[in-house]
């Protein structure tokens, strides 16, 4: 679910002005995009790249790793199981407001075929230095610089605002991954924990959470048996009881989900929570340093 250099990526919905503008951010660093997918333009040309019929059409003369989805809704189900199909290693759904019994079809079958489902309701990848996959400003230098601090989002604007403290601290990203804000999402915060905790290149990790939901108690349960340090920062400390707001994902049952029970997990799990986003750079800089002296 990290994105590695050189890996092969076919933009779904590349004609559409969403998927024509990102596919070229993309592109611009580094990003290797085989073509698009539109079935009305199939055989055509777009941004220099060929458009094909489906994503199985494409695997047999262009073959791609990951799939990105610049998909209306109500089309969703239908290109991701193309794309799972077709075998793709990882799917990349943006789109949100998936009805529920497709992001359950598209989960079997993810499943079944051995794909990793970033999303639905997802910002994407980044690697800096290598590339990004979907909608994060993965092409501008002042938000992400190559470095070792791997960071976990639900959200898009957070976790550009996180690696944009960061990189303004020193600090360079060894990988972004947005794992989507929908209720019902393919890889949880808990699985890209682990992801970077066997990443070579990621010396410690910030994840970013929200209320709702119980995907952060389950990394911290996670973070227990880590090496490496972790910092949390949890949206919603402040949000009225009862109110809606945030992701879909942002339920609360009585007090699970509640930013109260997150804290006490991930701080049981010698986590550190930020109280904001800017302090952030400060708890990972002490982190690292404890590892230095603890390491003379």
């Given amino acids: 679910m990290i994105y590695r250099e050189g890996q092969r990526v076919l933009v779904q919905g590349i004609t559409g002005k969403q998927g024509s503008f990102w596919a070229e951010k993309m592109a611009s660093c580094g990003t290797v995009i085989v073509g698009g997918v539109n079935p009305k333009r199939a055989g055509e040309q777009h941004l220099g790249l060929p458009v094909f019929a489906s994503a199985k059409a494409a695997m047999a003369e262009a073959p791609f790793d990951i799939a990105v989805m610049f998909i209306p809704p109500a089309a969703a189900k239908e290109a991701a199981l193309d794309a799972i199909e077709a075998g793709a290693r990882t799917v990349v759904i943006l789109t949100e407001h998936i009805p529920a019994h497709d992001v359950m079809a598209i989960r079997e079958a993810a499943h079944q075929h051995g794909t990793t489902i970033i999303g639905p309701n997802t910002a994407g990848l980044v690697t800096p230095g290598a590339g990004f996959v979907g909608i994060m400003p993965g092409h501008n230098p002042n938000i992400f610089q190559p470095g070792r601090i791997g960071v976990i989002s639900r959200s898009g604007s957070l976790g550009t605002l996180t690696c944009l403290n ?118 990972i800089a002490a982190c690292l340093k404890r590892e230095t002296m603890a390491a003379l």
């Fill in 166 to 283: 960061l990189t303004r601290a020193g600090f360079g990203q060894s990988a972004f991954i947005g794992i989507g804000g929908d209720p019902m999402i393919g890889t949880t915060t808990r699985d890209a924990l682990r992801a970077l905790d066997e990443d070579a290149g990621t010396d410690a990790v910030v994840i970013v959470g929200e209320i709702g939901g119980g995907m952060e108690e389950a990394a911290a349960e996670y973070a227990t048996r880590m090496q490496k340090p972790v910092v949390s920062y949890i949206a919603g400390r402040v949000s009225p009881p009862g109110k809606k707001m945030g992701h879909a994902g942002a339920i609360v049952t009585g007090t699970a989900g509640s930013y109260a029970s997150k804290r006490a997990a991930l701080e049981a799990a010698r986590v550190h929570v930020a109280d904001t986003p800017s302090d952030i750079p400060s708890l």
